[in-house]
Every structure is written in C-alpha cells, then in structure tokens.
C-alpha cells in the first residue's frame, strides 16, 4: 500500500534528550513537510523539503533539525534546545510544493 | 488577530443534519483554499480544494468561498456519525504548501 509511514506513534522521552521522528513515504514524492499541532492553534510548519539534499525552515524550526538524504525519508530531530516539545508531529508528502500533500497518521512526543 | 479564524466548536448536530463550518480571513491575498477532516489521532485529510470564489460540490460536501467578504465555507448534507471528527480550513497565496495557513479547527459531532 501506497502511503505515509510516521514511527513511532507514541514518543516518551525525558528533558533534555534529543529525540529522531521517523517519516517515510513511497508515494515518490519530491516534497516532504513536518508540521507541528497543538490544541487550540492550527498546523504550524517545522520544515519542509522540496528535493533530496536540500531543506528549508518552516515558521517555527528553532530546536529542531532535518536531514534529506533520502527521497523516501524525512527524519525530524527534535533537540533539547526546544522549549516546549511535547505535541502531535505531523509529516507529510506532496509530489511538488505547488500540489495536494497527504499526511502521515502522527507521532505523539511527550517529554517528562 | 490571526490571520485565519475558526469557531473550534464543538459543534453538535443529529444525523442527518446540515452542516455548516466557516473560517474568515484577514489577508485578501489568499488564492487557494481548502478543507480537511482529521479523525482523533489521526493525520489530517483533504477534502475539498478551490481556487476561486463561488461552490464547489463532492458527493455530500459543497466548498463555497466568498472572497469579497473573505469568509469560506464547508457545508455537510445529510450529516453522518461517519462526518464526527475536527475540520480544518486551510489557504495559501499560492499553491505552495510550503505557504500554507491552517485555521485551529471545528471539532463536530453528529448524534445518531
């Protein structure tokens, strides 16, 4: 089956640890996106990646890193520089940023 | 005020209902709209995409956008409990998604 895979779908970690979110998509996809949701504000963009080997801050990238070595894999980094961690990750995949991106299922982080 | 406004319910109705979820805008630039549908814990999913103002009508759902007034609309016949999960609007400048502005979402209900 064609899709977004985010692993894992429920994240523990302790303050000040670095934690690596998984996103994988074999839909052949160019872009790639992660977004962040928190209750009561909408989707706010971390990254996104246009093409493998190239990458771009979203609106609220401070904390977090990206890598693109893969067309298939966006991994997203969330360092011990980020404020408030805990949320609901979203990844997802459009074939270029000018058309339809579908989301993965989400990877809950909580930081304790 | 942010730049995308939606009323985060949560809206309740019977089966078999009308719906109606709105967002308003403040930036008369917005070229592109859209709705998703994101079940509990769950990525979101693409409902409805439009360009320019005027309805847009899929099976039970009509996307309506009023750009003079620069409020949007998702109207929902013939609502089911299928249809309870949150509603988010969504629109950009251009069709990039890397310019995407997501509205916090309508959380809707509909009782059997």
């Known amino acids: 089956d064609g899709g977004i895979t985010q692993s894992p779908k429920y994240l523990f970690r302790k303050e000040g640890q670095n934690v690596t979110l998984s996103c994988e998509q074999n839909l052949n996809h160019d872009a790639m996106y992660w977004y962040r949701q928190d209750p009561g504000q909408g989707l706010r963009l971390i990254y996104y990646s246009q093409i493998v080997n190239d990458f771009q801050k979203g609106d609220i990238a401070e904390g977090y890193s990206v890598s693109r070595e893969k067309k298939e894999s966006f991994p997203l980094t969330v360092t011990s520089a980020q404020k408030n961690p805990t949320a609901f990750y979203l990844c997802?995949?459009?074939?270029?940023?000018?058309?339809?991106?579908?989301f993965g299922q989400g990877t809950r982080l909580t930081v304790v | 005020q942010k730049e995308v406004e939606q009323d985060p319910g949560p809206l309740s109705v019977p089966e078999g209902a009308i719906v109606s979820l709105n967002c308003t805008y403040s930036n008369s630039a917005f070229q592109y709209f859209m709705w998703y549908r994101q079940y509990s814990r769950k990525g979101p999913e693409l409902l409805m995409y439009t360009y320019s103002s005027g309805n847009k009508e899929d099976g039970r759902f009509t996307a309506q956008v009023d750009k003079s007034s620069k409020y949007i609309s998702l109207f929902i016949r013939d609502s089911q409990p299928s249809d309870s999960a949150t509603y988010l609007c969504?629109?950009?400048?251009?069709?990039?998604?890397?310019?995407?502005?997501f509205g916090t979402g309508t959380k809707l209900q509909v009782i059997p």
């Open positions: 969504a629109m950009t400048l251009s069709g990039g998604y890397q310019k995407v502005t």
């Open positions: 997802a995949s459009s074939y270029s940023l000018d058309t339809e991106a579908f």
